[in-house]
């Protein structure tokens, strides 16, 4: 099995020179660490950013004690609970509770694998790589279902029943929006996917598909307002209510972890990815990202949550056949339209996007309220 | 072939994040859906009433502080109310004027944790929560002034209060009630229109009217049901028919016109202190009463309108310093009392903002 196609151009990344002992699996072996530090860096850098900004958005301060400004928090947390007990419940399937972890936080690591973060500063340019991502990111779910049904605790199995509805609900606006994309660049590519992007920005392109993209992948990553399998006000901590220490840790790995993955996807598929005037290439990637999780943040520190059958109604009702009817416009864009026609697409997908969301917000009433029992 | 379900019983509580306290419901679930409610209290007991029987009166107060912990003033009122009406004392009107001006701020007090806690319920991460305790800081530092204390006041004493206002706390209640209005709209601004927020609190647990009064529910959440009866106009106490101020009501009865009746709540108590700060008389604060009150034989009801509802106080005395049997009317229990209605039916979900826009305190609720 090939990983990295050897000829693939690695942008201005550092090679290892061809006569290094082990060659290719030397290669691979340093790329993959480096890739997880960075994941792991960032993931701090996230943590710190959310903490600090959910502060002052809730007129405090938030954590400043640990080193200049704070900054070693996330350190210091993430230290904290590994030097936790493990506690360990007496009535769980014992065998899927420890694998749960690992299940849910491996594919998120996995992710990060074809991510540009410079042009072709990835671990492998896969040429299905979209596909990848789709695929390998819906993995984590199983872990997160493992953990719900193995704690042998009610909320941690409601929450695991909300997983797998939400989920499998928002994988297809998640798809069909990226497909929207995929049309207009014509690979599967991540990194074709950026270079398509040379003149504009997908987001200008494709802002209906943009706004489904980012609504239903907040669903996906289960951020407000859709949190709702961690929803700590009903369902104490949802699926990971019955772990701690390491494998809390692991859990909470993969919460910030899809969460810097989702930004980094929006950054390559709407954003224009590593593109952008004087920084360094990986910079701008790292600050559109970042961008992204400021976004998220806000609307964490914003918005009340929704139900679960307003969830629901959401995918199912509105943002799947917007985003049908998206891939519908699109396709017929490049088909009718001549290459470069950019600023036919602008004003028109915008206007439609204005107009469709407008109507489906008139005629659809999210969920249905009272149940008869 | 049927499958063989068996009903899902979800014990939320006591520990609990959105119970408030110590309470716990077992509710039994379809799916998400509640299909029955049972409600189990006495966690947070410490025999309130027995114990009150066994102090002095004035010895009672610092017991009625921890009754409804997040309104402790309004229960030092309806509490030496009580005493003063078993003992025919007549409290000096600067008393008075500072009573209500402590009881209206401490409506707005109870209202800001109300709503905060609303919002959390509903999932808006604290943000609404810690806006609304900064301005709830800056009531309890005016509570601080005058009574040295930032929970359990213990200010109110029979015959009037505990002591005068120091010269700083005039300033600060005017910059308070230069800066609460503006903060009201931005509590507005924040969440009032908000999608999420209507799609989740409107028409959700509808309590109607004939159900609220059967249910002897007072507050709020019967004004929430369109209701006039606030017992300030409809059995003014103190020197509440002094001033001019509305009764909120709303008209569905959902958590959404609980919430607006409260927030219209707060700007009525700041109409009220006002006009209090203007006609604030000089003058002693407090009656002489012997340090041992020793009513004479008889009983006593004095009920105010706390910011949860009809709160009450009955005492019996049988001549010594001691009452004899003191009974209070829970404001929070009798407004859990239509819980389960207004529950089953909705999802846990709406079970939990339900619940929260009742608003209980659980220190009430057990006694």
């Known amino acids: ?373 | 072939m049927a499958i063989r379900t068996e009903p899902f019983v979800l014990n939320m509580g006591p520990v609990h994040p959105s119970t408030h306290g110590v309470y716990r419901m077992r509710a039994t679930l379809d799916g998400e859906v509640v299909v029955d409610l049972e409600p189990v209290i006495g966690y947070l007991h410490r025999g309130v009433e027995k114990l009150a029987e066994e102090r002095t009166y004035t010895g009672v107060i610092p017991l009625t502080d921890r009754l409804d912990y997040i309104s402790s003033m309004s229960n030092n009122l309806a509490y030496v109310m009580a005493v003063e009406k078993l003992a025919g004392i007549k409290v000096p009107e600067r008393a008075e004027y500072l009573r209500v001006i402590m009881a209206e701020l401490q409506r707005i007090c109870n209202h800001l944790i109300a709503v905060g806690s609303f919002f959390n319920d509903c999932g808006a991460y604290f943000t609404p929560f810690l806006h609304m305790y900064r301005e709830r800081e800056k009531i309890i530092d005016l509570f601080e002034m005058v009574s040295g204390q930032r929970l359990t006041y213990n200010y109110m004493r029979v015959g009037g209060v505990s002591q005068d206002i120091p010269e700083e706390f005039l300033p600060a209640l005017d910059r308070f009630l230069a800066q609460m209005p503006r903060c009201i709209d931005e509590y507005d601004l924040f969440l009032k229109e908000n999608e999420i927020l209507l799609a989740r609190s409107k028409g959700v647990g509808i309590l109607t009217r004939e159900k609220a009064i059967n249910c002897s529910i007072t507050g709020p959440v019967l004004r929430a049901t369109g209701v006039k009866w606030d017992l300030r106009k409809a059995d003014p106490y103190s020197v509440y028919d002094r001033f001019e101020f509305d009764i909120p009501t709303g008209s569905a009865g959902d958590c959404y016109d609980r919430y607006r009746v409260r927030i219209a709540e707060m700007r009525q108590s700041l109409r009220i202190i006002e006009q209090a700060l203007k006609q604030l008389p000089s003058g002693p604060v407090r009656v002489e009463v012997p340090h041992l009150v020793r009513p004479p034989v008889g009983e006593a009801y004095a009920h105010i309108e706390s910011p949860k509802g009809e709160l009450a106080f009955y005492l019996v005395s049988d001549n010594s310093i001691a009452p004899y049997r003191c009974h209070i009317r829970p404001t929070s229990l009798l407004n859990l009392s239509a819980l389960r209605d207004m529950a089953i039916g909705w999802k846990i979900a709406d079970l939990i903002i339900i619940f929260g826009s009742i608003d209980i305190c659980l220190g009430e609720v057990d006694r």
């Open chain 1, 1 to 373: 099995m090939v990983i990295v196609n050897p000829n693939v151009n690695l942008g201005n990344l550092p090679t290892l020179s061809p006569d290094w002992p082990g060659g290719f699996w030397w290669h691979w072996l340093l790329f993959t660490v480096i890739i997880i530090a960075v994941v792991i860096v960032m993931i701090m850098v996230n943590v710190y950013i959310a903490r600090r900004q959910v502060g002052r958005m809730q007129s405090r301060v938030g954590p400043n004690r640990t080193g200049p400004f704070g900054i070693f928090q996330p350190l210091a947390d993430a230290l904290k609970v590994l030097l936790k007990e493990g506690i360990e419940p007496a009535s769980i399937d014992r065998l899927i509770y420890w694998l749960a972890p690992v299940v849910a936080v491996v594919p998120v690591l996995l992710i990060f694998a074809v991510i540009p973060f410079t042009d072709g500063g990835m671990l492998a340019d896969l040429n299905i790589g979209i596909l990848y991502v789709v695929a390998i990111s819906s993995i984590s779910t199983v872990g997160t279902f493992m953990a719900g049904w193995a704690s042998n605790n009610k909320f941690s199995l409601i929450s695991a029943m909300r997983v797998i509805a939400a989920i499998v609900s928002y994988e297809m606006p998640v798809v069909l929006s990226i497909a929207s994309v995929l049309l207009l660049v014509g690979s599967l590519s991540m990194n074709d996917i950026v270079l398509a992007q040379q003149d504009i920005p997908f987001i200008l392109l494709q802002p209906l598909g943009f706004v489904i993209f980012f609504i239903a992948g907040l669903a996906e990553i289960s951020r407000s307002p859709f949190d709702l399998l961690e929803a700590d006000s009903e369902i104490v901590a949802g699926f990971f209510t019955e772990y701690s220490g390491i494998k809390f840790v692991l859990f909470y790995l993969v919460e910030y972890g899809e969460a810097f993955f989702f930004s980094c996807l929006i950054t390559t598929l709407f954003l224009g990815g590593w593109r952008g005037p004087a920084l360094p290439e990986w910079l701008w990637f790292i600050v559109k990202a970042v961008l992204v999780w400021f976004v998220i943040v806000w609307l964490w520190a914003t918005l009340p949550r929704v139900r679960i059958d307003q969830l629901m109604a959401l995918a199912w009702k509105f943002l799947l056949p917007l985003a049908l009817i998206n891939l519908i416009i699109t396709a017929i864009q490049v088909l009718a339209l001549p290459e470069g026609s950019w600023w036919v697409m602008i004003p028109v997908n915008f206007a439609v996007t204005a107009v469709l969301i407008l109507l489906w917000s008139k005629l659809f009433k999210l969920g249905w309220g009272r149940v008869e029992v």
